[in-house]
C-alpha cells in the first residue's frame, strides 16, 4: 500500500470521536494484529488462507464486526467458515453466505477488558472474506494485541488445514463447513508454544503431484506453484482481484521456524514408483531453494507421516541432498506417527481430533528442541 493510500485510509477509519463511544474501525495494522497472509484491497482486509484474521483488544461494552463475503457466499456451496473468539472462548461458528454480514460478538453493561479474535477456519482454495469493518463501543477504541516473542510459518495439505475434521466418519466428503484449523496439529502447535504464525495450505495438494486417483500426475495442484502469492482461490477478493496474482510480501511475516508437510497427495501419484519417488526428492530440494530464497535465516523442519509416511525416506534423502548441494545445514526431517484407526477418522479418512492432538504432542518438543525454546 502505497504512502497516500495509507493516508486516504487512516481518514476513514474513525467514524466518531473519541468522546463518544461508539467508533468503527478499519482493519488495518494501527489497530489490529494481523495473522497470516491477508491483502487490503478496497478499504477491506481479505482473508483467503487457513488460519488468516486479526486479533484486537479494548476496554468497552459492545462489539460487532462486519465480514464481506465474495461471490462464493451466494452459491451453495464452498462457502466461508469462521471463527470468531472473544477472551479465548468461541464465540461465532459461522458460513459466511451473505455478501456483507454484521456480528454481535460481546455485549456487556459494564465496561470490561476484551480480547477478540477473528480466524477464517476454512482454507483458501474454494472461498475468500474480508473484514469490512469492527465498531466497539469504547471511548479509546481498540488496539494490535502484542507480538508473541516467537515466528511459525507452517507449509502444507489438508492436514494443516483441518480437512474435514468435524465430519462424522470417514465416509463423509468434503466441506468447508467441517473444516477448521484451529483443530488441526499446527493450530494447537502454535497455541502450545504461543508462537504467532502464518499458514499456506491447499487441500490435495503436493510437490510434484496433487492428489490423484488415477495414477496421472496432477500438475494444477502443486504448492510451489503459490507459495510466493498471498493465496490461491476460486474465491476473489471483492469479486474481483484473484488472490494468486497477487504476491506475498515476505518482509510482512519473517518466521524463526518453518514446517512443511508435504508429500502426503504426491504419494497417491509416486507409490512404489522408485523413479518418481527420486523426482519427488529431487523437485522437494528445488522448494527448499524456494523457500530458503525467500526466508534467508529461518529453520526449517520438513515433516511427513500422519495419512501414510512411505515417502519419508526420500523427504530425508531430499534434506540431505540439499545441505550437501547447498552447505545449508538450518534444517532438519521429522517423521509424524501414521494416523491409528482406533483414533477415528475425518471426512474421506482424514486425521480426527484426537489424532491431531497426538501430532502436535510430538512436533512440540521437537520443536522446542531444534530451536532451543523454553
Known amino acids: ?7 486516504r485510509t487512516d481518514l476513514s477509519i474513525t467514524a ?18 494481523i495473522i497470516g497472509r491477508t491483502y487490503y484491497y478496497n ?59 454484521t456480528y454481535t460478538l460481546f455485549e456487556s453493561e459494564s465496561e470490561q477488558d476484551v480480547t477478540v479474535r477473528i480466524i477464517k477456519l476454512s482454507e483458501a482454495a474454494m472461498s475468500t472474506i474480508g473484514i469490512h469493518g469492527i465498531t466497539v463501543d469504547s471511548k479509546e477504541g481498540i488496539k494490535p494485541t502484542s507480538d508473541n516473542v516467537h515466528k511459525i510459518e507452517f507449509v502444507g495439505d489438508s492436514i494443516t488445514c483441518g480437512y474435514g475434521v468435524d465430519g462424522e466418519n470417514e465416509q463423509h466428503s468434503f466441506s468447508t463447513s467441517t473444516e477448521d484449523v484451529t483443530k488441526a496439529y499446527a493450530y494447537k502447535a502454535v497455541q502450545e508454544l504461543q508462537a504467532d504464525y502464518s499458514m499456506v495450505s491447499y487441500s490435495g495438494y503436493g510437490i510434484i503431484s496433487g492428489f490423484t486417483h488415477n495414477d496421472q500426475k496432477l500438475t494444477s495442484q502443486l504448492l510451489p506453484d503459490y507459495y510466493e502469492k498471498v493465496g490461491k482461490s476460486d474465491g476473489k477478493f471483492d469479486g474481483v482481484l484473484e488472490p494468486q496474482s497477487v504476491s506475498w510480501d515476505f518482509n510482512k511475516f519473517i518466521p524463526d521456524l518453518i514446517v512443511i508437510n508435504l508429500g502426503t497427495n504426491d504419494d497417491s501419484y509416486t507409490k512404489d514408483d522408485a523413479d518418481k519417488q527420486a523426482e519427488y526428492a529431487e523437485q522437494y530440494i528445488e522448494f527448499l531453494k524456494m523457500v530458503r530464497r525467500n526466508n534467508a535465516n529461518a529453520t526449517i523442519l520438513c515433516t511427513l507421516g500422519i495419512m501414510g509416511d512411505r515417502l519419508y525416506p526420500f523427504l530425508e534423502q531430499a534434506v540431505n541432498d540439499y545441505t550437501k548441494e547447498t552447505g545449508d545445514a538450518n534444517l532438519a526431517a521429522m517423521k509424524f506417527d501414521v494416523q491409528l484407526t482406533a483414533d477415528g477418522y475425518g471426512a474421506d479418512w482424514h486425521p480426527s481430533v484426537t489424532t491431531h492432538s497426538k501430532a502436535a504432542e510430538k512436533l512440540i518438543p521437537q520443536i522446542k528442541g531444534l530451536m532451543k525454546w523454553e
Open 1 to 7: 500500500m502505497s504512502t497516500e493510500e495509507t493516508k
Open 16 to 33: 466518531t470521536n473519541k468522546e463518544e463511544a461508539t467508533q468503527t474501525f478499519k482493519a488495518t495494522e494501527k489497530h489490529v494484529k
Open 43 to 101: 478499504d477491506v482486509l481479505w482473508l483467503a488462507l487457513s488460519g488468516g484474521g486479526v486479533e484486537f483488544s479494548f476496554i468497552g461494552k459492545k462489539a460487532e464486526v462486519t465480514i464481506k463475503g465474495d461471490p462464493v457466499a451466494l452459491s451453495d456451496n464452498n462457502q466461508a467458515r469462521i471463527g470468531i473468539y472473544v477472551n479465548g472462548k468461541r464465540v461465532i461458528d459461522d458460513m459466511v453466505n451473505k455478501t456483507l454480514k
